[in-house]
């Protein structure tokens, strides 16, 4: 037995390999990157509500910037797709038309190699519009070329930022190799640019909650250097003012919780930026506990929300180019070992660091992250709420339906050609060909709206306030809202399962063995319920692994006519908002949910037939 049950755990895990496989790969078939598509089109940001940089981080906290299978990207050379890309990020907006107009015309090899990087670009038929808008035989006087002509400059400025973005942290060296080399104004500027587009949160500037001993370098580093750069504007801070400083500070550190914390911050303790100092002082000191850091850093984050400029326009000075390329030497510094790692470091990140890899040591340990929806809620979360709502509904609509629709098919197999068993028959077709859907709204249309009997609520599984009602009365109102979706779960439901269980039980009626013992005298409830049922329960055991995924699984069509925000919901909006990681989350569980319920069966089919033994199952493995 214990061979043979471990035998099928092991086969889960390349099962659970493919179908993790499958499922990337179809997702990956998905529309590409919202800048790209067209303005209010399909997974625009628009349409998601959403900011360049919040997808951006979404996009990095799911390693969509990474390669599918394999990273090459740490053993190759960017300097001239990075030089290219930040030539074309330092050209204003405005005049990159022109700029596309003089590169048609251009033959030197510097202009060939810049049409080489925009052709790698992918931009939608970029040859063509190129020819017809920027070509020497274009018309620029013509509106629809001017338009053209300047929709093309849109294109290549968008793709350059994607491709930057996609980049990501393997560029960075090189961008910032070239930036040391860089002499002219206009490529420090592009160059500056690739850097913002290739790291999306350049600096941490709070720690986390819990705070984490190894972060403190880096908080500490960011706010020592917005020290460094405002010292002189801010001046000295007054020493009895500094005494109070400190005692709001202890009070705060003394809060019982967050809530308590940023209640003081917000109504009682209110500071001013020239008082910032005292608390970089105070989160610098070797002496300051870390709550103490994390909570000078909270400070700090709340009085100056953008410390350190990382941005520069045409307009920009050579001093603010100075400071900002100064702050982005800051960053480098303190993350070198991230873009510069060992050769052991790179030859692991080839297999490891993937989009495929980082999907399935998440599903692996069980870690599915955040949702992509702007809630970010942890998807966990999301799908215990969800299976909270829809396990006991469907779990109540299974019962009912075994407990149903097994005596309802044995009855008809016993009574078999009477009036009770074309009586039975002609209801389960009856029920049989009436989509639960269609149920559902028949239900609601004639019990819950209209002029017809308002006896149920039209949605939802508790009334308004319910919470406030006793604990009968909060589960009779629960009871007196699942009537109708458990009756479409149930009743339209129970047919093909109770037809099943007859056509299994004529066929062990019919056997030489039930014969036997009718001969040996024994009476018809004997021969039924021992030695019938028995046996025709071994194909109904079949049918029974697909309990658990139901109920796991919820139904989405019952849960959006009935307003349950169940898993089948949760699985089709899931679908409709590409969300991948509550997506894949939730194929994983069911996949292993699928198994599990198969293995559940086999011992189930030993149960019931001891003639089944684990021995000859494992042979026939």
């Known amino acids: 037995m214990w061979s043979y049950l471990l035998r099928r755990l092991l086969l889960m895990v ?21 800048l790209l598509l067209q303005s209010g089109g399909e997974g625009s940001l628009a349409q998601q509500g959403e900011t360049r940089e919040a997808y951006l981080v979404r996009r990095r906290d799911l390693k969509l910037d990474k390669p599918l299978f394999l990273n090459l990207r740490y053993f190759q050379d960017w300097t001239d797709q990075v030089a ?15 700029e596309l107009v003089r590169l048609a015309r251009a033959s030197d090899a510097e202009s060939r190699a810049r049409l080489r990087f925009l052709r790698k670009l992918d931009i939608p038929q970029f040859d063509t519009r190129w020819q017809k808008f920027a070509g020497p035989e274009a018309d620029r006087s013509d509106p629809q070329v001017r338009a053209g002509l300047a929709a093309l400059a849109r294109a290549v400025s968008n793709h350059v930022q994607v491709f930057c973005e996609n980049l990501g942290d393997h560029g960075v060296p090189v961008a910032m190799q070239l930036l040391e080399q860089a002499k002219d104004s206009r490529q420090r500027l592009g160059l500056l640019r690739a850097l913002r587009y290739m790291v999306v ?54 809060a019982p919780d967050d809530n308590t914390r940023f209640n003081l911050l917000e109504q009682e303790f209110l500071f001013d930026v020239s008082e910032m100092g005292f608390f970089v002082q105070r989160l610098v000191s070797e002496e300051t506990s870390l709550e103490e850091k994390a909570l000078c850093a909270l400070i700090l984050k709340l009085y100056v929300p953008r410390p350190l400029k990382l941005e520069v326009n045409e307009k920009s000075t050579p001093e603010e180019i100075q400071q900002v390329i100064e702050n982005w030497r800051l960053h480098y510094q303190l993350y070198r070992q991230r873009y510069e790692p060992s050769l052991g470091r790179r030859l692991l990140y080839l ?15 069980f870690d599915f992250g955040r949702s992509t929806l702007r809630t970010r809620e942890p998807v966990s979360e999301r799908i215990w709420n969800a299976f909270v709502v829809s396990a006991p509904l469907m779990a109540l609509s299974q019962v009912l339906i075994y407990l149903i629709s097994v005596p309802v098919g044995v009855i008809c197999a016993v009574k078999h050609n009477t009036w009770v068993d074309r009586t039975l028959s002609l209801v389960l077709f009856v029920l049989y060909s009436i989509p639960a859907y269609v149920a559902g709204m028949l239900l609601l249309l004639f019990f819950c709206y209209g002029d017809y009997f308002k006896w149920f609520p039209t949605g939802g599984l508790h009334s308004d306030g319910a919470e406030q009602l006793g604990t009968l009365a909060y589960w009779a109102d629960y009871a007196w809202h699942i009537v109708l979706p458990t009756l479409c779960l149930t009743l339209f439901s129970l047919a093909a399962l109770a037809m099943y269980s007859r056509t299994s039980m004529l066929e062990v009626l019919g056997q030489d063995y039930i014969r036997t013992a009718r001969a040996k005298g024994l009476s018809q409830r004997k021969v039924i319920l021992k030695h019938a049922l028995r046996n025709a ?45 509550t997506l894949m989350a939730l194929v994983y569980i069911n996949a292993i949910v699928v198994m599990v319920s198969i293995l559940l069966s086999d011992i189930l089919y030993v149960l019931v037939d001891p003639r089944i033994s684990f021995q000859s199952r494992s042979q026939a493995a």
């Open 14 to 34: 390349p099962t659970l390999f493919g179908v993790t496989l499958v499922s990337f790969a179809v997702m990956q078939m998905a529309p590409g990157d919202p």
């Open 201 to 254: 949160e350049p600096f941490q500037f709070t720690f986390s909650r819990p705070p984490r001993p190894e972060e403190a370098p880096r908080v500490e580093a960011v706010w020592r250097r917005w020290w460094e750069l405002n010292r002189k504007r801010l001046g000295p801070l007054d020493p009895e003012r500094k005494a109070v400083l400190q005692r709001q500070l202890q009070q705060l550190l003394q």
């Open 537 to 581: 329960l071994i194909p109904i055991i079949t049918l029974f692994s697909n309990t658990i995924p139901a109920v796991l699984g919820g139904s989405v069509l019952i849960e959006y006519l009935f307003n349950i925000p169940g898993m089948g919901r949760l699985t089709f909006e899931s679908i409709e908002n590409k969300d991948y990681p």
């Open 84 to 98: 290219q890309a930040a030539w074309f990020l330092g050209v204003p907006r405005e005049q990159l038309p022109e």
């Open 351 to 365: 297999f490891t660091d993937t989009q495929y890899a980082h999907m399935v040591y998440r599903l692996f340990t």
